[in-house]
């Protein structure tokens, strides 16, 4: 059974360009999450996906930031314009269910923004 | 200050020795997961506890919900253990969000 997938591996733009990153959960999972990294502090909760429907988005720093999951399969994260404070690791999760479940991570995102 | 602490936020330790990492967390919590990340790799699993104690091997994780204290404890470490340990928790309120620990780097020397 293939893992949790992203896409890119790693992404460099400059300040104000566009980056969506994708994310292809493991099969069958209908809960989705997108965590980030930024250098030198702890992993933070993003936003959370049940099937397409945000269950909950409260993570999201700013309008800057468009998450989607259409049709409830893989999730784009859209950066748009990127800014400096940006730059990171984005990881995607997924679980089977909400409770008491383990959640999957993908190898991550590297985004720098220069 | 961070609802999950974890010590030491380094770690450097010889090939064989008993490793400890200790996590403590501020809120009321439904879960508490143990996870590993090697060097430009993706995040793994350890452990998902919510009471007593689980063994994986070489690896055990305690938790104690009345102290909100949990432990990763590796025995006979070795070079490959070598990575960015993280604690995170499940809160009672904030439905299946994680709410992670900085990481502890764990460097075991041959």
């Known amino acids: 059974e293939a893992g949790v997938t992203q896409f890119p591996s790693h992404s460099v733009i400059e300040k104000g360009q566009t980056v969506t990153l994708r994310c292809d959960p493991i099969s069958g999972h209908d809960n989705l999450y997108w965590y980030r990294r930024v250098m030198g502090k702890e992993i933070k909760f993003l936003l959370h996906?049940?099937?397409?429907?945000?269950?909950?988005e409260s993570g999201m720093p700013n309008n800057r930031f468009l998450a989607e999951r259409t049709g409830g399969t893989y999730s784009t994260l859209k950066v748009q314009p990127a800014e400096l404070e940006d730059s990171g690791v984005y990881f995607c999760?997924?679980?089977?269910?909400?409770?008491?479940?383990?959640?999957?991570f993908g190898p991550g995102t590297r985004l720098t923004v220069l | 200050k961070n609802e999950v602490e974890q010590s030491p936020q380094n770690l450097t330790a010889q090939e064989g020795e008993f490793i400890t990492i200790n996590c403590s967390y501020s809120?009321?919590?439904?879960?508490l997961h143990w996870l590993q990340q090697h060097p430009g790799g993706g995040i793994v699993s350890l452990f998902m506890l919510s009471s007593g104690k689980k063994k994986h091997g070489r690896l055990i994780a305690t938790i104690n919900i009345q102290e909100k204290h949990s432990s990763l404890h590796i025995t006979a470490s070795h070079p490959r253990d070598s990575a960015v340990y993280i604690c995170?928790?499940?809160?009672?309120?904030?439905?299946?969000?994680?709410?992670f620990g900085e990481g502890t780097q764990l460097t075991v020397n041959p």
């Open positions: 995170a928790v499940r809160s009672e309120t904030s439905g299946s969000r994680l709410t």
């Open positions: 996906f049940v099937k397409e429907s945000k269950q909950d």
């Open positions: 999760a997924s679980s089977q269910d909400i409770g008491g479940v383990e959640q999957f």
């Open positions: 809120v009321g919590i439904s879960a």
